[in-house]
C-alpha cells in the first residue's frame, strides 16, 4: 500500500501540467507545461532510482529498476531541452484536420454578420474544457467542417470562457447552461439558433451548417 500511495501522486503531477497549461492559455506561453511534463518524468525516474537503492540494500536485483529510472531521466532532459525547438517546427496536420479561421464573439459581431445574411457558427468554450477540446480536435478542426463553412459563405464565432467572461456567462444562462461546451447555428434567415448536442460529429456540424443556409 506504501507503494501505491507513492505510485498515485504521479497522476497528481500530470494534473497540475494540464493546469497549468490552462493557465499558459490564458497568459500566451505553452512552454512552462512542456517543462513540467519533463519534470514528472524525473519525478518518476527518481523514485525509481530510491526502489532501485532499496533493493539493492536488501539484495535483490535493482538493475531493471535502475535501467528504467536511468531511461526516464534522459527522456525527460532531452525532451524537456530541445522538444519545444524542433515540435513546433516538425509538426504536421492530422489527417483530414484543417483549421478554421475564427473571429472572437460578442454580440454586436454576432448581430452584424446576421445583418449580412449569413449563417453562423458560435462555438461556447474554454481551455479547461476537456470535452470541448475533443470537439473542437474530432468534429470542428476538420476539413468537411471548414468545406461547409465556406460553400455556405458561413461565419465561424468563438465565445472564449477560460477568463470566464461575464458576457458569455449571460448567453450561455440565456440557453439554460451553466457551463460549456454549447454549440449554436443561427439560419441565414434569422431568428432562434439550432442547439448542436454536446457531444458533437463532423457530420452533425456540416448537416446543421447547410440547413442554416436553406432559405426558410
Sequence with gaps: METFKKALAFPMYAAVVWLVWVLTVQTGSDTVPRILGAGVLLAAAAWLAGSAQRRNAEGRNAVPLAAVAAILAVVAVVGGAFWPKYAEAGAETPSGAAHLDYEAYSPDRLAAIQAEGRPVLVNYTAAWCVSCQVNDRVALSTKGVHDALA??????????WTKRDPQI????????RAGVPLYLVYGAKGGEPAILPAILTEGLVVKALNKAAKPS
Aim: hydrophobic fraction near 45%.
Design 169 to 176: 456567462a449571460a448567453e450561455l444562462a440565456r440557453y439554460g
Design 151 to 160: 460553400r455556405n459563405n458561413a461565419a465561424y464565432l468563438k465565445a472564449d
